[in-house]
């Protein structure tokens, strides 16, 4: 659990090593991130304008200072909860854009709209105090540093001490498919490589006459998806966009479709039975393009070049799930393109610590991961049968847990008879809050502690890497329950140790 601090202590540590070990202790913080010296002296010198203007130093206690969300990573450098309101300070070291501190600012107010508490919010300048607030009328204004000093007289006494719970994942985490509404309503932040990459694509095509390719490379969690139906939505204006889904899509492709005019999303599969119907865009985007067969690669780009269009692959090489997908290389092949921009994103946004380190340990069992929190949102029950397996994922269900099974073109797999919500391979660029998933005879550990898959069952599927796919949608909890094999069931618990 993070906790406050008394933010006059900590400020009077100067040495960067000193301070980041201090506030590591003070707050308990998991992160071994060294705070950086303009970062230490701006906290300084807010202390020494607010002692000197009558501040005492235990109206400096209670405060969160850089505090992160958990599984989210936004960070805010000050915190303060007291009843029904929250104090947010953000520190500058030197002067910088406006527009760009009311992005900043409209962006926490975002953040903190989901914690029924009463937001007061400012940005202080450290070197002249300047500071600056949110108007009435949604406009960056500069007011007195009197009012900094007010708040924090008015916050002092009593504060709240345990801010991790107020948090939920499933508020920020916006995916298209998943909460396609709120990506109609725009209510969603990209970050700043996010938002980086948007910026170059778009400049880019501007200047762009003819057909162009374009690919965007992330691992898992790093937002490719977001990111790509974002720059879709934004590029509508200049004509009309269509993304290629490499994925299962429900009634979340009417939503999206029905909102955004110049917009459509089309699956993989009605691509192939009809290729014409991409000739009308001038936008083509493909999502996991990774797991596209080589002839419908090979159509997309035939058609996009024929018909003077942009197209934007977006892939991760890392996640392909059968043989054939290995086989096909389909990333080697956009490499090999004439490329007009190639892009990488390397921060995950869903960075919980506890699934992350979790799934790790599952991924190299000789060398588990620990954490100080233990691991309070895994869950692991073993069934010496598939009746037991059904009934534990039956409750599972009732809970609230997404149930994820691998594809039924095996029979022999146990967990095959059980009655799934979604397939590892129709859950691309999807979240759940809570996933439950089950493990049989086809999972083992090497000699070497690393996860393997039994291939006889189903020659073409990587079961490991069907896994890693669909235990990765997670968002809060997960659930493994594992089918008559004692075995994979007691390395599997080690991790608890």
Known sequence: MTRPLNIYFLSRVREELTFSRMDRHESSKLSRKITKRHEIRSLRQLVDGLVGLGVNVSELDGFFFGYTIPRIGKEFDLLKFKGERCLSIELKSQAVLERDILAQQKK????????????????????TLTTYRIGRNGELEVVDFSLVVDSVKAFGGEYLSDIDDMFKASDYLVSPLGTPEKFIAGEYFLTQAQDRIKKDILLDISMVNGHGFYSIVGTSGTGKTLLIYDVAKTLTERGASLVIYCGRLDGEKDTLISSIPNFDV???????????????FKFVFVDEAHRLPTDVFNEIVKRVMDNSQICIFSSDPEQVLTLDEKKNQIFDRIVKLNLLGSFKLRERIRTNIELTSFINSLKSINKPEKISSGY???????????????E????LKSLGYTFISYPDGNRRMSCSELCEDYYCNHVIGQEFDNVAMVMDKTFYYDKYGK????????????????????????????????VENKKLFEKISRIFD
Do not use: C, W
Not at 272 to 279: K, Q
């Open 376 to 390: 309070p949102n895994i869950g692991l029950y073993y069934a010496s049968n598939i009746d037991e397996a059904r």
């Open 266 to 280: 089309m699956p993989m599969e009605e691509f192939i039975v009809d290729p014409s119907r991409i000739d009308g």
């Open 392 to 395: 534990i994922v039956k409750h």
């Open 451 to 482: 996860l393997r898959g039994i291939p006889e069952n189903d020659p073409d599927n990587l079961y490991p890497n069907l896994f890693y796919q669909g235990i990765s949608r997670v968002r809060e909890k997960i659930a493994i329950v594992v």
């Open 108 to 127: 926490n107010l975002h953040y903190l709209a989901h914690i029924d508490r009463a937001p007061v919010m400012y940005t202080v300048v450290t070197d």
